[in-house]
């Protein structure tokens, strides 16, 4: 089908950089705030960032500027993505290319000439609109236009050959070697320096302290010392991890492309993305560089140290998926000669984000690598964020999804496990962004004792932060996950065991699930008579040592100082006041010697945060500690406590039945925890609810998990007790208004813009105090706010939210509320001119929220309108009962 020429290769290259722009004459300094290792884009952007601040930068790079993987990218720059994060690192990126040869004189070879997006299903077009609706709040302009009016922008296109596109005419594309040549001028002539051909052969580390601290960089020019070091080595990074004995999830793959001969109708048309056919098209000149993602790329198990400049052989038994698929909807590829093809390497990471942050293990060592081939598109907003990262000790933007700290020691170092996650990742770039896919890679890491018992019951698991936890249960079947059978390539046999994958099917859509019913049945036996929940996988620790009280009053908004077994929600900031994470704190008793009750000297707390975000959680606390030289410790036992959740009006009833300590309201009142025995195995019992119902945990040891969880299932058949998942966790959470880390509740948000100021105590300095008291005394530019929607209209999160014609924000979260019987969704408003939010302001106007480019009527309330005066967390149901009997009637 297609036909390469028999050229020298090298003729047709893209352009090679031109690197009389980039060495510094100077020699290698003594001393720098910061090294970059690696003189890609990600290092030449964060160069630029370093140094646009007044930091003292140095850049090493160990052959030529570009010379890795840089020099051969495609290079096309896009906004539109399924994150306000994302879309924002993107904006900013673009925007620097356009403000660069204005600031250094040299041009970046950047070109506006628009993207198509084309969706040949149904699906994707509402893929489509929702990314159109979301450019709302970032004023990107896009338009979701017929094939024939896309044909028009590109005339090699066949109109009948799909369904309909997504234009976005602010897209376009850059020259790598250009824009990294701007780059290092506007570094250099701020001070940057930049040493070419010198490799890195050593990474000093002072590890006479408990935390280890970058010391320095060795190379063959000299030392530099420095206690910052940022790898952006690209495909090399892992290598240079490995100098300081660190693992990373990265791992690197070829990806090619080929360009084609002159084709004149292409010129100054838009660059092409079919994410149907996995494929897309970038316009040079009258040339289109076309490349896609295979479902089995070839995996570099070594990448060659000595490859600068330098491409592989390309396999066209395994491109030729994409040259079939580009002449199903362009016909011009059945018979335009191809003038040549790259393919090179580029670093996958098993979530299809970066790796950027400081490292846990080791003080002053950041990344900026594993690009997933978005390293040009993403390279101005990453750097910036980085740069302000290193500088000011956290992002302005909340970068968790790009954090190394997403990823737990375990699985980093497990290579099976990262190898066939970044594959999956790789093969499904281009797949649709479902609200509630799942992975089928990287599958059964991390499963807690109540595993087999809940999928034998039906349990179609998900996995977060690598545990296996309960989504939902299905009746009269089971849906295990399998092991990762790579569809079917390098030699595995397809898997012929496709109940979870069916299971999964349901789930692709923008509108309600197919088990939207079944969530349904258990949010509403959590709500009207009593739910089981594994909260297993949620991170658990205890805060021990002689300073534990000092640290526990710096680390958290509200006041610890409690009486033992007193379960405390609170809020802990970083230095700018915004939450890092949310978490129950417990103090202890002395304890009788068991995993739930330690014996301790002086003070000590329990400590439970979210699961998903859990070593986030605990690197934080351990780096404030150390910061602060706090002589306490933060334990993770996380591995060594099960946690089952019983809630809703029949909990106590079923606690009462299997344990003789009283369950009573004198007992345990709520936000008490008392430890209590379950069929002969001593657990910490916490009357707490994540859902606000009267309900309970059992924290229990796991050599006891079984047989405590026999003993509640024995128990619950005489009270009707139903399983339930983290999907009806997750909306039961929602309507009641309570606050999810990473979605509502970010680093970028202070707990008074989230109405949260009650967690924040008066007396006493806690981190990030300052901030907190300022907006209480000042007010706020955004506030969380809760949505009910009448129509009968799924929403997920990320919808435009308008007041009175004018858009003031977009959702958050989205789900449906079981007991309110509507959609719900929470955001943070803004006034549209920037001014201080008033309740008199939230309160007027007339809301609407945007879901697939169609706006229905909302109805705002400052706080969610479930159970207002929080009775059904008091256990007090008569009233509520009696409520819902006369609505029925």
């Given at each position: 089908m297609w036909r390469l020429r028999n050229a020298f290769r090298t003729k047709n290259f893209p352009k090679l950089p031109q690197t009389a722009y980039y060495a510094t004459e100077s020699g290698l300094p003594n001393q720098a705030d910061v090294v970059v290792i690696g003189g890609g884009v990600a290092g030449c952007s964060l160069l630029y960032h370093l140094c646009k601040r007044g930091i003292n930068a140095v850049l090493l790079e160990k052959d030529k500027i570009t010379s890795g993987t840089t020099w051969h990218t495609s290079a096309l720059c896009w906004r539109l993505r399924p994150g306000d994060v994302d879309v924002r690192l993107l904006e900013s990126t673009r925007k620097l290319l356009m403000s660069l040869e204005q600031e250094t004189g040299l041009n970046t070879g950047w070109i506006n000439n628009g993207g198509l997006f084309i969706a040949k299903s149904e699906r994707r077009i509402e893929e489509y609109k929702r990314l159109h609706t979301f450019g709302h709040f970032f004023n990107i302009e896009s338009h979701v236009i017929s094939p024939n009016e896309a044909a028009k922008l590109s005339p090699i296109l066949d109109p009948k050959k799909f369904k309909a596109a997504l234009y976005s005419p602010g897209d376009g594309y850059t020259d790598p070697s250009m824009y990294c040549a701007a780059l290092i001028k506007g570094a250099t002539t701020r001070g940057g320096q930049v040493i070419e051909n010198c490799p890195v052969s050593n990474i000093l580390v002072d590890s006479s302290t408990e935390v280890r601290k970058v010391q320095g960089v060795e190379t063959a020019k000299g030392t530099i010392k420095t206690s910052c070091v940022v790898n952006a080595a690209g495909v090399w990074s892992k290598n240079i991890a490995q100098l300081v004995g660190l693992e990373i999830p990265l791992v690197a793959m070829k990806h090619a492309y080929i360009i084609t001969d002159n084709i004149p109708e292409v010129k100054h048309s838009p660059n092409i993305r079919d994410h149907d056919g996995s494929i897309y098209m970038r316009m040079q000149g009258e040339s289109i560089y076309l490349g896609g993602y295979e479902t089995n790329p070839e995996i570099i198990k070594d990448m060659p140290t000595d490859f600068q400049f330098s491409l592989f052989d390309l396999d066209k038994s395994i491109f030729e998926v994409h040259v079939k698929n580009a002449a199903d909807i362009a016909p011009v590829f059945e018979h335009v000669p191809i003038k040549s093809d790259i393919c090179g390497a580029e670093s996958f990471t098993p979530d299809h984000k970066p790796l950027m942050g400081e490292d846990p293990k080791l003080a002053g060592f950041f990344y900026s690598c594993g690009y997933n081939s978005l390293g040009m598109n993403l390279s101005g907003g990453c750097a910036e964020q980085l740069a302000i990262w290193i500088s000011q000790g956290r992002p302005e933007l909340p970068m968790f999804t790009y954090d190394i700290r997403r990823f737990t020691p375990n699985q980093r170092s497990n290579r099976a496990w990262v190898t066939e996650t970044s594959q999956e990742c790789y093969a499904k770039n281009y797949s649709i962004v479902f609200p509630h896919d799942q992975p089928l890679a990287g599958r059964n890491h991390k499963i807690d004792p109540f595993h087999e018992a809940l999928v034998a019951s039906g349990a179609v698991m998900e996995q977060a932060q690598g545990w296996e936890r309960p989504g939902y249960f299905i009746k009269d079947r089971t849906a295990p996950v399998r092991g990762y059978d790579w569809y079917g390539y390098y030699d595995h046999v397809d898997n012929p065991d496709k109940r979870y994958e069916q299971e999964l099917e349901g789930e692709y859509t923008f509108g309600f699930s197919k088990h939207h019913d079944l969530i349904g049945e258990e949010a509403n036996a959590a709500r009207n008579n009593v739910a089981v929940f594994d909260l297993s996988y949620f991170t658990k620790m205890y805060l021990t040592g002689p300073d534990a009280e000092e640290a526990a009053d710096w680390l958290f908004t509200a006041d610890t100082d409690k009486e033992p077994g007193r379960v405390v929600y609170t809020c802990a900031l970083n230095s700018k006041g915004g939450v890092e994470t949310d978490v129950t704190v417990t103090p202890l008793e002395e304890g009788v010697g068991t995993l739930v009750g330690p014996i301790l000297k002086g003070k000590g707390y329990y400590i439970v945060a979210g699961g998903a975000s859990g070593y986030q959680t605990v690197s934080h606390f351990r780096k404030e500690l150390n910061k602060k030289r706090f002589k306490a410790v933060i334990s993770d036992i996380t591995d060594k406590l099960g946690v089952l959740s019983i809630q809703g009006p029949k909990s106590r009833e079923l606690l009462q039945s299997i344990t003789e300590t009283p369950i009573t309201d004198e007992k345990f009142p709520p936000s008490m925890s008392h430890i209590i025995h379950v069929n002969g195995h001593v657990c910490r019992a916490m009357r707490i609810?994540?859902?606000?119902?009267?309900?309970?945990?059992?924290?229990?040891?796991?050599?006891?998990?079984?047989?405590?969880?026999?003993?509640?299932?024995?128990?619950?058949?005489?009270?009707?007790?139903?399983?339930?998942?983290?999907?009806?966790?997750?909306?039961?959470?929602?309507?009641?208004?309570?606050?999810?880390?990473?979605?509502?509740?970010?680093?970028?948000?202070?707990?008074?813009?989230?109405?949260?100021?009650?967690?924040?105590?008066?007396?006493?300095?806690?981190?990030?105090?300052?901030?907190?008291?300022?907006?209480?005394?000042?007010?706020?530019?955004?506030?969380?706010?809760?949505?009910?929607?009448?129509?009968?209209?799924?929403?997920?999160?990320?919808?435009?939210?308008?007041?009175?014609?004018?858009?003031?924000?977009?959702?958050?979260?989205?789900?449906?509320?079981?007991?309110?019987?509507?959609?719900?969704?929470?955001?943070?408003?803004?006034?549209?001119?920037?001014?201080?939010?008033?309740?008199?302001?939230?309160?007027?106007?007339?809301?609407?929220?945007?879901?697939?480019?169609?706006?229905?009527?909302?109805?705002?309330?400052?706080?969610?309108?479930?159970d207002p005066k929080g009775q059904r967390l008091l256990g007090q149901y008569e009233q509520q009962f009696e409520e819902q009997a006369h609505f029925e009637d």
């Open positions: 609810s994540f859902i606000g119902e009267l309900g309970y945990e059992l924290h229990i040891p796991y050599a006891a998990c079984v047989p405590v969880y026999n003993k509640v299932m024995d128990a619950g058949r005489g009270f009707d007790l139903r399983h339930a998942g983290f999907r009806a966790l997750y909306s039961l959470s929602l309507e009641k208004g309570y606050h999810l880390w990473n979605y509502d509740l970010r680093i970028d948000d202070n707990p008074v813009e989230g109405n949260l100021q009650a967690f924040c105590r008066k007396d006493g300095q806690y981190l990030g105090k300052q901030h907190v008291e300022k907006l209480k005394q000042h007010g706020v530019k955004k506030r969380r706010v809760f949505f009910t929607l009448e129509d009968h209209v799924a929403v997920y999160g990320l919808e435009t939210i308008w007041r009175d014609d004018a858009i003031v924000g977009y959702l958050r979260r989205g789900d449906y509320g079981y007991h309110l019987d509507c959609s719900i969704g929470v955001g943070y408003v803004e006034h549209p001119t920037g001014q201080i939010l008033t309740d008199e302001f939230l309160k007027t106007g007339n809301y609407e929220i945007e879901v697939l480019n169609k706006r229905y009527p909302a109805t705002l309330y400052l706080r969610s309108p479930f």
